[in-house]
């Protein structure tokens, strides 16, 4: 432990949760369908609905979040209970839902964070190509628009997206999500661009609208060590998957244009798959307007990755079963993973590793110091919760977020503006390849009876958010 253990004055301790891993609905009040409904039901795993019900329960984990001094709490919309189809017609019901939804939080004193793309693009523009086609650019701008006019009186906190890089690698390289294709970095690079071009135009739109609140954009970070820090080749190796997780995305939100080296990165690793990246002029301007614009960032953080220089065959395949073991991440003239050793992993083989939040978040505040503040949007463990005798002791995640805390508490006191914390997840939910077994949640969802119990972890984060102290 360091320093005082207290956090800022102002601090949010919230917990995070995302429209399609929780509504449930997804085929009902109007809504239109995303491609997940379709590959889940053609997988026929598991299905989104109900998942943990919150279309119909919100007013429960409301209650919840009062009870246990959770003070904030992320959502998202979901584009297709608003536009069913991703443009045009407007879904009366979907928009009056989250008129509910937010009116409920700020009766239950909890502030909504909301963000407006959490990995469910409407199927249709997914079939048209999603964001790399500049089209969908346009329609997410339209639908951004309507949102904040419409939820203007009841939302202060918005974020674009949530994780332009995971959608991008999940789809485009580990072929794991949605109309996968496995190994074409020069799609994930556009798709990561095309999508913070959106950011961008969604931003400037809301500065222009002079609305009085917050904006800005959720990106998953991962430090990436290289596995042997003597060693050139696996730096380079570092370096290069630095730039398709971090360094595209951080260059893009603060600088608004790519460093010199981080281009021409990004032009050897589309040239790996055989394609060349679409960036153009008009697409510079944008992003730097809104480089300046940007009132705050989210950082979603769950493990670092230590990478050594690789040459063989691609190979890819992620754990989406809770087997400890069972993945690999080795991409031709990029790099693989290695584990270090003495490091711990959860059972999806995320290898748990706080001091790497510390680096991440120095990291931004010494290379992109125009940043204005930081919110850590989501941190937490996927664990295989035991429910004995009416308890659920999830001590392994405790310590888990205790220690990401410390390192944040190490960053804030080494002057990083960081502002808040949310749990992943306030309640367990659905988890996108792992379906119900990979719990986060605070509470614990019993998914046969929808009942919520709250977890030791509950307990230990309201004393947190209730005192300020880590203790
Ligand atoms: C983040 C996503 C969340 C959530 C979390 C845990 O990347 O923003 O939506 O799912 O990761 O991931 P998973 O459910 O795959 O374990």
């Known amino acids: ?29 109007g809504k239109g369908l995303v491609a997940w409904d379709e590959h889940l039901a053609q997988q026929g795993r598991f299905s989104a609905d109900p998942a943990s019900d919150f279309y119909n329960r919100y007013e429960e984990d409301l209650e919840l979040c009062e009870r246990f001094g959770i003070n904030g709490l992320r959502i998202s919309i979901a584009w297709t209970r608003i536009f069913p189809t991703g443009i045009g017609e407007v879904n009366k019901e979907g928009v009056e839902f989250y008129h509910r939804l937010f009116q409920a939080c700020r009766a239950h004193h909890v502030e909504p964070y909301v963000t407006l793309h959490h990995f469910d693009s409407p199927l249709e523009m997914y079939r048209a190509g999603d964001f790399l086609n500049r089209d969908v650019i346009d329609a997410f701008e339209a639908y951004a628009r309507f949102c904040f006019e419409e939820y203007k009186d009841e939302v202060t906190y918005w974020f674009t997206f949530n994780e332009i890089a995971t959608n991008a690698l999940c789809r485009f390289i580990e072929g794991s999500w949605p109309m996968g294709e496995k190994y074409r970095i020069d799609k ?34 991962h430090i990436k060590y290289p596995y042997d820090p003597n060693s050139r080749e696996d730096i380079i190796a570092a370096s290069r998957d630095d730039v398709i997780k971090n360094r595209l995305l951080l260059d893009a939100t603060f600088r608004g244009s790519y460093a010199a080296d981080t281009r021409e990165i990004m032009d050897y690793l589309a040239d790996l798959s055989g394609g060349k990246l679409d960036i153009r002029a008009e697409d510079i301007e944008l992003l730097t307007k809104a480089a300046d614009l940007n009132d705050c960032m989210g950082v979603n953080y769950y493990r670092s990755q230590f990478v050594r220089a690789y040459d063989g065959e691609n190979d890819i395949h992620s754990n989406s079963t809770g087997d400890k073991g069972s993945s690999r991440y080795a991409l031709k003239g990029v790099g693989e993973y290695r584990m270090r050793e003495g490091l711990k992993t959860t059972d999806w083989d995320w290898i748990i590793y706080p001091e790497g939040l510390y680096d991440l978040l120095m990291h931004i505040k010494l290379a992109y110091p125009n940043y204005k503040k930081l919110y850590i949007t989501e941190n937490g463990m996927g664990y295989k919760d035991t429910f004995e005798n009416g ?35 306030l309640q367990d939910q659905f988890s996108w390849t792992n379906g119900y077994n990979k719990r986060y949640g605070l509470f614990y969802v019993d998914f046969e009876t929808q009942e919520r119990y709250p977890k030791a972890s509950a307990y230990w984060f309201e004393q947190l958010s209730r005192t300020g102290h880590l203790l």
Not at 1 to 25: R, S
Not at 188 to 211: D, F, P, S, T
């Open 1 to 29: 432990m360091y320093g005082q253990h207290v956090f800022p004055q102002g601090f949010v301790f919230g917990g995070a949760t995302a429209a399609y891993q929780v509504e449930g609905a997804t085929h009902a009040y």
């Open 188 to 221: 994930a690079l556009q798709c990561e661009h095309n999508m913070m071009v959106a950011h961008a135009r969604a931003v400037i739109a809301y500065k222009q609208g002079g609305y009085a609140g917050e904006i800005g954009i959720v990106h998953c970070l």
């Open 391 to 425: 308890i659920i002791d999830d001590e392994p995640r405790i310590d888990y977020i205790r220690q990401h805390l410390d390192w944040t508490l190490r960053a804030v006191e080494g002057g990083v503006n960081v502002m808040g914390y949310f749990v992943w997840s």
